[in-house]
C-alpha cells in the first residue's frame, strides 16, 4: 500500500477556511443578528402600546369619576345649559353638561394641560338609554343615563370606558 503525501498547497488547502465558507458563515450570523433585531423591536413597539393603555385607562377613570360625582340632571335638555361654557368644567353642574365635551390635550378641572398626556384627546358622550334595556339608547328621558369616556393616542382608540347612572340617587346616595 502506497500513501502519497499531499502537497504542501494541498495542506494549506485543508487547513485554512475557504472564502465561500466565510461568506455562508456571515451570512449566517447576519441573518440571526437581523431577526434578533426584529424581536426586540416588536417587544419595544408592544411596550409602546401597553404604556399608551395604561395612561388612557388612567384618563378615562380619571374623568369618569369627575362626572360621576354630579347628580343626574338639571334640565329636561341633553347638554349645557343657557350660561354654562363647554371650555369651562367648572361651570358642569350636572352629568349631561359633559354630553360631547372633548379636550386635547386632556385638561383637569381648572383647565391646566396633563403632564405627559400631550398626545392624547378625550372624549365624553351621554345618552339616554332605556330603563328595560340600557343598551339601547332613546330619544325621552326613562331615568338612566349612559355615559362614555373615551382616549385617543393621536387617531387611534387606547381606552374606553362606559358607566350608568340612574336619577333613583343622587350623588350622596340619597334617593330623590
Same mark, same amino acid.
Given at each position: 500500500m502506497l500513501k502519497r503525501e499531499a ?6 488547502? /485543508?487547513?485554512?477556511?475557504? /472564502? ?34 395604561? /395612561? ?53 378641572i381648572d383647565g391646566h394641560d396633563l ?62
Open positions: 502537497s504542501k498547497t494541498q495542506q494549506r488547502r /485543508l487547513a485554512g477556511i475557504s /472564502l465561500i465558507e466565510t461568506v455562508l458563515s456571515l451570512l449566517i450570523v447576519g441573518g440571526a443578528f437581523v431577526a434578533s433585531l426584529n424581536t426586540i423591536a416588536s417587544a419595544r413597539a408592544s411596550q409602546a402600546i401597553a404604556a399608551q393603555q395604561r /395612561l388612557g385607562l388612567v384618563l378615562t377613570e380619571d374623568l369618569m369619576e369627575e362626572i360621576l360625582t354630579h347628580p343626574y340632571k338639571e334640565s329636561s335638555i341633553l347638554g349645557l345649559e343657557v350660561g354654562e361654557n363647554n371650555n369651562d368644567r367648572k361651570d358642569f353642574d350636572d352629568i349631561d353638561d359633559y354630553h360631547e365635551w372633548s379636550s386635547s390635550p386632556p385638561t383637569d403632564v405627559g398626556a400631550e398626545a392624547y384627546t378625550r372624549s365624553v358622550t351621554v345618552q339616554r338609554v332605556q330603563l328595560s334595556s340600557p343598551t339601547t339608547t332613546t330619544s325621552s328621558d326613562e331615568g338612566v343615563l349612559r355615559i362614555i369616556v373615551t382616549v385617543k393616542y393621536g387617531s387611534k382608540e387606547v381606552a374606553k370606558l362606559t358607566a350608568y347612572r340612574s336619577d333613583i340617587y343622587g350623588t350622596s346616595g340619597v334617593r330623590y
